[in-house]
């Protein structure tokens, strides 16, 4: 089968050369930087639990396309169960992982891509859909890691592509020829770049006739020239330097910006060039499709915001107290309101024209807006259950230290039969769960903000029919 | 097939001669009394839509216990698509009734009940199972209505039925012979006990060795010697009287307390009897069918609240306006939490040794639980959006009135194109959906209180399995 | 003093003869008629209450206008202790009364309309503030109520008062003469005009030169000619008719459309007349005031449902529950809410020119949006606390009719020490603090919905200097 | 007058040598660690502004005690005015300083402390109140900063101090001598210990007779000998060693553990040891007080989320967005709660005997109640309005990069008028707000956590007053 083991995989990041800078510096073989590390072990989790009796069966799947067992991150949607065992996936992983693991921005852009592609062919002649296929085959023969690239830095937000006072504020065609197409702009967090083999680029949103040269979609590898990786900052990035008072002990996220300084894709990678009509149906595609992958995985860290407090009431000693419960049932209902939400739009789904199955987008941008919104109000109450040590928690050097160390380890100890390590290594991983920045700002703004979700729930739902419903229930009859 | 035609339905009432009363007076043929009779019409309406070509899809189902097509509020949930169907059934009649329609309790007792029987035969070697089935097949064969008998009057909370002052305060056998049991006690809360044919009643709670003749459950016929139903009031009853002002042209829904005084209950009909401890199972089982049927109907309703904001706004001139159409989403977000959860619920339920299915309980209780809790939030936000018309409307007797009648007709009016008698028939509805006290308790309380609902996703959420997760991610390890 | 009693205020609505219409029937000395005579009762509480020892601490203060001691109900805010007496008199009223007393329109129209009165004084030259003094002159020697005329009918809300297809959709002149100005229009909403003895109208929007003619500002008779009230319809209405199962046993509220059918007001009474640069402000001022008077009297009411919840749950056997605390605590919360920012905002009230005091309209704007959206979450669980029993009550007649009547008696007991009458005259006015249009729609729609009251936070809200902190904090230095 | 400058602060640091930690190396002359310098900083400025002609009107007040005017500070609260003035200066000083300025909890503690001091000596004979007296005349002179010790490290929280199995997880007497007394335990989130010159230390909860021991209060100097300041971790810690990227660009906050490894405390210094019926009323009236404070401090900060908010719509182009002005008004909403609830509890606080004014507890704790739950929200609305660059920002090592700076100046830009680098200092300045744990932790459980304020309101509101209301309006009389 074309499921790649855990060692292939850190074999393959070796392969490869990307453009990386990290705080300033320009890095080598970023796969290894300790900053980095702790992400990429994310992703090589992925490849290992594929290769467990119990992780197949999230994992892995067969496909038509191939005639292979692969990845479900590489596999086209072709129905509704297969939309189902997305979520269940990211589901699992996350409970195992307890981040992101970077994978599903790929999963999700070829589907919305492919969808497109064929509709454009269709109107237009084009052959975007054969060329998405064979992509597809050697991403799946290869089990390669993608992740896609959505979001612009956008400049002044009030203006369009091409109204913009700097024309390279969407990522755009610059030149052009027989060979391929010459690309310049910069796309902002860019969820494991540099965990990955290819990047899958999407435009970030509707496009007129007069922005269509920003009305583009292609792949390249992420070690393609002119591709720079710049890793920027996260809140708690420090702790991974030293190793100590990580929280989560092996995983950890990071989503980098990427700048396009010209780089060249050659046609057979171009899935989009120019029919600006297809620009604004792809990344809505990719959108209701992203915010239903969040609803498996983002369930699963609200599992582990549930778990982690109900196990700190334990180590408190406040263990079945009243008012915990009603705040961990609080918790559960946001979570599986989330999950809820995208297990339904799973089972709602339709198929389009290629195949590929749809989500409903009503319930899968319903599922967001609660992660975008109440999820926030789910690690408040984490905090809230485990009391004030989230904060101000001395370090592992400290505890170290021969002299306030036994101290530290007398005066931080909670119920008896907890070691106060143990102790400690919770809050610790709650400080990770509620304080990270790009997990949390993930939770709001990852495939579109709340407002978009607002958006296209309004624009889903037939309101018309609602208004028809009430009308016949009133008696009102429209002259 | 055993679906009967809505004629038949209003004649199957006529032969039946029940014990009632309404507000203070003894009433013959209450299905006809004008209190009545718009909830009878929403029964009705479950019949008619029935032998419609759109309504079988919903409605009719076969039975393998028959081998006839039936209609699903008569059969048992034997698949995950069975559950699904009849979310999907609920929400359908919803758009089209816009209140209870009252058949959903005795199709979730039958399961419920179903469930325990098996087992207590299987422990005990009773012969409950096999006497439901036979009841089943007549109620599948005449098509007919059962209401389910839940919730005791309780008398003081804080004791158990035993303990109670009053033995009474909780249904339980007070006779028995060869031939049955008499049973004594109250009940309120019988959704529709005036417009079905037989009930279905089942312990309203856990039961202990001492509250043994407490742990009854049977069925009887509607107009059963003894049973008295008392019809209550409601905030909008007196609409009913006039005929006019309605807000729902057409259908209502009550509630009446229903009494034992002292009623035979021929062997056949006893479902359970003195076994204990599967008085609690068979309540819970109907708990979360109840709550995952309100994910059907409640958010059919919940349609109903964001499209008559939406035409409110529409009349009042205020279409697309941008905080108008926020509030919009948010209801829709709630609305589609409730469905989203049921449907979710449904997808994972699973089979019991009866071959019934069981939904998902912590899913199904959530989706309840934003029933409970939010969905008088939507309410809210149809009253804001619709405007302060909704209180304080002259009456309809106000705009026939020939002096008055036409300056309010001239003042009332809102959009040119609406005539101002469309707009107030619009706000009459939004009234009773707002205002309709036995909707709006049973959101809250119907099914079992939010509370209710906290407790059984607690006892059903895995918290130890979510604690070893995080141990796990936080390297902790048991010693 | 000029304080009357509670015989005078009856005899003086004897000498008035207003036009009204009750549910389409022309009513003469509609005082006295069932459905309003519980409305009346309230205003007749306030009197009552002004002379009683521990009352006149509250409603009574000195006039310097008249040199006497007069009610705050119809007294100029003078200072931060004026205000801050209104809302503590209104919270007292609240506690006795439980609904709607009626007289606070009126007393912050005065108000309103002073302030600008004297400021168009100053600029145009007019007389309107000496005119205002005059009739305020006599409003306090004859303890008179006076409602005030603020929300017009508006029709097509997309539309200004000149662009209306109906011009009369907005209160305006049409017509004027040396004695005095004729108007036409029609008000919705108008609380308690049939227990007052004049009203105060004041526009309802800021206007703009083509509105001139709607920019008017007057007061009348209550009786005066062409003026005629509507009743309209509350949910509850029909329990008044019956006198039995009111829940508040003594007091309801009402709110009739007014019509002025061409009605003459003589100039001594008129206020303002084609000054639109000033209609704008003083409905604003209004909606200060009113929403700050809302702070006193909903957080007393606020204080009922607490009472009645803690109540429902002693006299259900569940005193003392934790979960019942916790929604207690909850309820608190809101409520205290409302009323420490309305306190706040008397604090932080700054004069005018004119010597009347304004309140705070970032701080009364709060309390109100606590009202207007998380007061309706405080209901929800006031009847989550009490039970399902707040719907399906028998009646009052069942409870009589001697065959139900005991059964009735002895089923719906709770605990021991508390008489079953006494357990249903709680869950009656349960159902009345819940269901009760008229008090709930004004919760969310008096003095302006919720939406107005974020755009006048906003407006009045500093957000200029708020960035000008953060800049400095971000050393952040404008070029 | 007895009102430090700056300087002189900076001086006084310099004479005094606690035992510090920081990440596990002992550190001289904390003051000047880079760690912590940006924290002293804080402390600082209250000196330098309350030497301003604007900060003293906030910061300084005539002291009966000394008949000088010395910072309010160090000052009892001898009236509602007094009350409202702390409230006052705290929103001022957050509005310039941007997170804790750390002088709150020492102030709290001296009122807390001095009304239970003085009834102890009223029941007991003790001398509590004139050394406490004494004490405050030398802070008073000196403009000291005074930090209170509250929160034990409290080991089994279900267990009692006298039950842990370690008898040190409550500060407690392990000795005394006709000097004084010796105490042994640890302390957490000491908020600013290592600014201040002396600490004053509070029972954690009440206690019993079995308890007495722990029954104790006292003052100590910072750097009294035994005493160990243990730094502890924030989540953002690493910005300040590099003294880039710091968000708020001068100023931070921190809160060391601190051990008592037996220290001595003379007589003069003790104000409570062994009644043991004062220690609760001690704490809660700290806490009282303390969420009163909150009130003032995290309003401020309040203003700076809708500002920093606000800033970065205009910096995006997205000045007047209808949904973002709708974001910024349900911020102002909570954040105006947090205040108003503050202010009326000032306005309705009451003396106690020893003429120090209390707060209203059920407003002081409702005010932070909305800080506690509601308070999290406004930062996601934050981050909602900022947008996704809260996270993943390229370093401001990344910006000065010869090669990556240019083209990250170019990329990151919002609207014209507006360099990259004031744009970025605005996002960094958000991450601080929003991800810094310190603060974060303390809104949720600084001054005790939600649960407490809600027992707190339930405890002080008279709900039996509530059901009286509440009987009478229901005609409900008492047998």
Chains 1, 2, 3, 4 share one sequence.
Not at 1 to 21: C, F, G, Q
Not at 59 to 86: G, H, M, P, Q, T
Request: glycine fraction near 8%; hydrophobic fraction near 40%; include cysteine.
């Amino acid at each position: 089968m074309a499921v790649k083991h855990v060692d292939e995989y850190y074999e393959s990041l070796n392969t490869m050369n990307p453009t990386a800078y990290i705080l300033g510096e320009k890095v080598d073989q970023p796969y290894k930087h300790p900053m980095i590390k702790q992400m990429v072990a994310g992703v090589a989790e992925t490849y290992r639990l594929a290769n467990t009796s119990e992780g197949k069966k999230y994992l892995v799947a067969k496909s038509d396309l191939i005639d292979e067992e692969v990845s479900r991150f590489v596999k086209f949607y072709k129905s509704n169960d297969d939309l189902l065992a997305k979520v269940r996936m990211l589901k699992y992983l996350s409970h195992n992982i307890g981040t992101c693991f970077m994978r599903c921005t790929g999963m999700d852009a070829m589907n919305a891509v492919g969808i497109e592609a064929y509709r454009c062919d269709a109107e237009h002649g084009t052959s975007y859909w054969p060329r998405l296929l064979e992509f597809m085959k050697k991403v799946q023969r290869n089990d390669f890691v993608v992740f896609s690239g959505v979001t612009d830095v956008k400049g002044d937000r009030s203006l369009r592509p091409s109204q913009q006072k700097d024309p390279d504020m969407y990522v755009h065609v610059v030149d052009r020829n027989e060979e391929g197409i010459v690309v310049r702009g910069a796309k902002v967090h860019q969820t494991g770049s540099l965990c990955s083999h290819w990047g899958l680029i999407v435009p970030t949103r509707e496009m007129r006739e007069a922005d269509k040269d920003y009305a583009v979609c292609f792949a390249l590898p992420t070690d393609a020239k002119g591709l720079i990786h710049v890793y920027g900052r996260g809140t708690l990035e420090a702790r991974s330097l030293e190793d100590i008072d990580l929280g989560n002990a092996r995983f950890s996220k990071f989503a980098p910006m990427i700048i396009f300084d010209d780089v060249f894709i050659p046609w057979d990678n171009v899935f989009l060039c120019g029919e600006h009509e297809f620009a604004g149906a792809m990344v809505r595609n990719f959108g209701n499709y992203h915010r239903h992958s969040h609803g498996g995985c983002k369930c699963g860290v609200g599992d582990l915001f549930i778990g982690a407090a109900a196990l700190a009431a334990d180590y408190n000693g406040l263990k079945k107290v009243s008012h915990i419960n009603n705040k961990l049932a609080e918790m559960m209902k946001i979570v599986q309101a989330i999950y809820g939400c995208s297990i339904a739009a799973s089972v709602e789904g339709k198929p389009t024209e290629s195949g590929i199955y749809n989500v409903d987008p009503v319930l899968s941008n319903t599922s967001k807006l609660f992660e975008g919104k109440d999820l926030h109000e789910v690690i408040r109450m984490m905090i809230e259950i485990a009391g004030g040590e989230v904060a101000d928690l001395p370090s592992d050097r400290d505890m170290e230290n021969p002299v306030i160390g036994p101290m530290l380890k007398k005066y931080l100890k909670g119920v008896d039969n907890v070691s106060t390590e143990d102790r400690i290594r919770l809050f610790r991983l709650i400080e990770k769960l509620a304080f990270e920045s790009r997990d949390i700002v993930s939770n709001i703004h990852g495939a579109g903000s709340p407002e978009t979700h607002r958006m296209t729930m309004l624009r889903n739902a037939d309101l018309e029919q609602k208004k028809e419903f009430v009308k016949k229930i009133a008696k009102i009859v429209d002259q």
